[in-house]
DNA sequence: GCAAAACATTGACCTAGGTCAAAAAATCAT
DNA sequence: ATGATTTTTTGACCTAGGTCAATGTTTTGC
């Protein structure tokens, strides 16, 4: 109940929702409760679902040919995503997703998700908010990636978000941050 | 003329419309003769159109701290874009916008691209396919970032875009490969 | 056609971050 | 509470790619 609306605030904060839409929309999203370390999606599955994270943090990652792990996204509440490329597609996923703490999500499925886009414009001009959004993101990470060291990107982590620095084991915040644990231990003590 | 067909023809493979539709849409978009080398966009300016690249090539970059050019997009024809996430935000663009050479777009508003989204359902599903092709297409370019060598990332250019590699410099190229032009000189003659 | 400018290549040297291993610390399961 | 497992840190060593400079080649503008 408290889940819902927190969906619902959420979901205000980028698209202007009437009251029985917004109610039609978040009927569609059902309670998940994820443990510590349950994989949500594995490669080669197809995304089916689209998270609202209420409360814990899961993460997006894929594994390289030489079996390194790098941590595409990580999510804690109140967040919103899924593996999006394969959610897109409906192709399947070369990401997984983990819940790195117990987590509680809603979930809506591909089909509710686009067949509400097709009846309610609202939920369409959301849609599109995701994707501006998404595509911010990917931009900043691109920037980052290309234009700063290892050590200017943790730190600007952990001004940008200290609530996931402070969550996240560090061998996950290095694979997200693409350096290796040993070296996230050596910049930390600089 | 042709260039309108053209972009009729790049438009409707993404998203379906009718004929009236497509007219309205196509109408909105000016013709722009660009000169190589000339910036449609500056660095702290607003993107304020979208453009189809019916021939020639443009790119969208920026310059790091360092004074370093990184090459963010290479469009030739027939492409669509912009710095995008200045035109979604209306915001300040950090990216430039210049042509490699000599180059003919079509060109519409960011108030019509708006405008045509409210009015042409056909054109907001439109809208949606950009938004997620380039989200992809992020995600590839970061893929490769964080897991490709210099050496890799060369020959993933030159198997999926071997147009791109031959009418690029090697300085551009090398700056859209994240990698110095000294070190792509290098693993071209290995 | 020619000089200037820009692009490309090559040489020599440097370093940020990776690799591998070992040890220490923290967490987990019983 | 304790042993096992995982995470983290530290040490030593290595290398891909950067930096800077010089030279060669190609393109541009007059």
Redesign the interface.
């Known amino acids: 109940m408290e889940a819902k609306n927190n969906l619902k605030q959420l979901i205000q904060m980028f698209s202007v929702f009437d009251g029985k839409d917004l109610d039609k929309v978040v009927d569609c999203f059902k309670t998940r409760l994820i443990k510590k370390n349950e994989i949500l999606l594995c490669e080669g599955d197809i995304a089916k679902e689209f998270y609202f994270i209420n409360s814990g943090c899961i993460r997006t990652y894929?594994i390289?040919?030489q079996g390194h792990e790098?941590t595409?996204y990580l999510m804690i509440e109140p967040s919103i995503g899924t593996a999006?490329?394969s959610f897109?597609?409906q192709k399947p996923s070369f990401e997984f997703i983990d819940a790195l703490e117990n987590t509680e999500v809603l979930a809506i499925s591909y089909k509710d998700f686009y067949r509400l886009a097709d009846e309610i414009q609202a939920w369409?001009n959301f849609?599109?908010k995701i994707?501006?959004m998404?595509?911010?993101f990917?931009?900043r990470?691109?920037?980052s990636?290309?234009?700063l060291s290892a050590t200017e990107r943790y730190k600007q982590l952990i001004k940008e978000n200290p609530k996931i620095v402070q969550r996240v084991s560090n061998k996950i915040l290095a694979s997200y941050l693409?350096i290796k644990q040993e070296t996230l231990s050596r910049l930390k003590s600089k």
Request: aromatic share 12%.
């Open positions: 894929f390289t040919k790098k595409r999006l490329t897109i597609s369409k849609y599109l994707m501006e998404a595509y911010s990917q931009n990470k691109i920037e990636l290309v234009t693409d």
